[in-house]
């Protein structure tokens, strides 16, 4: 029998992380957060009163083993001067479901099925008028996920307007885990949202299942500004409450004196540094690794290396 993981995520984080875990012995749940308002998926989220789809699209897609043309249509993007300006086809496909079966989580296992995807997608909730707030450090509230990324201020809290209703199946998966991976994304927009869920807390702190953090290569601007892998780990520990991180994985390959420049001038992101010794403190087991690789003139993750990194971790646990 397969070992269980769960991993969760939103926005491509995951989605590249799927791409080369997906092809392991193992058997996935990939838990999707559903605040987005952004772009396509706001669009839709306002005129059909749904959670977000745009993540989990990009999930079932590079979890696919359809041919490459198929998932190229359901990333694409109409550019146009009608109504259908901006939206991804994927996007469209799954609010059709969803408007005809009337559950996000049946709509995700029909289409799952349609694209050949072998493991399981869940949304971390179906309630439709999700909204995630962000607290600041000078006391300022910002409603909306879309709105939280641009302000790029750092924040002292991240809450939902109204409490989640957490998938039962999501806490099953957890409670049934070999593995917890929180995956390389944006701390506050794709990882913390599931986290702040009381009921997903409650299952982490009752799970047996180790919990594997995959830290970012870069910093985000504003929110996690010279921020160490230390810092990461620590501010995750700091929402898990009770339960907190067994194990990270990083980076440990300098980026090159050009990107590294590009980043800074371009996006105002800087690599992010292991400090071993605070790592050390904190209790937190490290796993670094050359995992840099370009992807369209863009720093990311080997994805390949990273998975075969959580395979070797899970067979000696």
């Known amino acids: 029998m397969y070992k269980k993981v769960v991993v969760f995520g939103g926005g491509t984080g995951i989605s590249y992380l ?3 875990l997906k092809d392991f012995p193992i058997d996935i749940t990939a838990v999707i957060t559903v605040s987005d308002n952004g772009r396509s998926t706001g669009k839709l989220r306002k005129e059909f009163h749904t959670p977000a789809v745009g993540d989990i699209r990009k999930v079932i897609t590079n979890l696919s083993q359809i ?3 198929i998932k190229d249509m359901m990333s694409y993007r109409f550019n146009t001067s009608s109504d259908l300006d901006g939206h991804a086809v994927g996007n469209l496909i799954l609010t059709a479901m969803l408007d005809i079966t009337g559950s996000l989580k049946d709509s995700i296992a029909h289409l799952s099925k349609l694209l050949d995807v072998k493991h399981t997608v869940l949304p971390i909730s179906e309630d439709s008028n999700l909204t995630l707030m962000g607290l600041d450090i000078d006391g300022n509230i910002i409603e909306g996920e879309e709105q939280i990324t641009k302000s790029q201020r750092k924040f002292e809290r991240i809450f939902y307007k109204n409490e989640p209703t957490v998938l039962p199946e999501v806490i099953k998966a957890i409670k049934n885990a070999d593995l917890i991976i929180f995956s390389m994304g944006s701390l506050y927009t794709s990882i913390l949202p599931n986290i702040i869920c009381k009921q997903v807390k409650e299952a982490l702190n009752e799970t047996k299942a180790p919990i594997m953090y995959l830290c970012n290569i870069v910093t985000q601007p504003g929110e996690t500004d010279n921020f160490t892998v230390g810092d990461h780990v620590e501010l995750l520990n700091k929402y898990l409450e009770t339960k907190k991180l067994d194990v990270v994985i990083a980076n440990n390959k300098k980026v090159s004196e050009e990107f590294a420049k590009k980043y800074e001038s371009e996006e105002q ?4 540094i292991i400090d071993k010794e605070k790592l050390k403190s904190i209790g937190v087991e490290l796993i670094d690794d050359d995992l840099l690789t370009i992807d369209d003139n863009t720093l990311k993750h080997d ?9 070797s971790y899970l067979m000696r646990k």
């Open 303 to 311: 994805s390949l290396k990273l998975s075969s990194l959580i395979f």
């Open 18 to 20: 799927l791409k080369g």
């Open 269 to 272: 992101k800087d690599p992010v």
């Open 67 to 69: 041919d490459e043309p």
